[in-house]
């Protein structure tokens, strides 16, 4: 295999963007079919991309309410017994603290 230095690459790099053309359309005049063929001409990943993320979107918005209410379940359950967490944080601490010092 061959070996680039940066700078080597750097130079193929900037010499591959200087073959680029850029051809600014104007497409506020084509139609949605059109549009959409264009894409699928140009950038058929995208389409694939697209399509995957807005079933994400769709799943999302079905599992949405279920999330909102486990969350605000949990919230809930936690704001009503603030001190029993920090009664077992506490008394876990002490235990692991007391387990160290009879290692030492």
């Known amino acids: 295999k061959e070996t680039r230095t940066a700078e080597e690459v750097e130079d193929i790099s900037g010499d591959v963007l200087k073959a680029v053309q850029i051809v600014n359309r104007d497409v506020s005049g ?41 969350v ?13 967490n920090r009664k077992s944080r506490s008394r876990k601490q002490k235990s692991s603290a007391a387990h160290n010092s009879s290692i030492s």
């Open 30 to 70: 084509l139609t949605a079919d059109e549009k959409l063929r264009i894409v699928h001409q140009e950038s058929p990943e995208l389409v694939r991309l697209l399509t995957d993320f807005d079933a994400k979107v769709a799943l999302m918005n079905k599992l949405e309410p279920s999330v909102l209410e486990i």
């Open 72 to 84: 605000s379940a949990r919230r809930k359950e936690k704001a009503s017994k603030p001190n029993q």
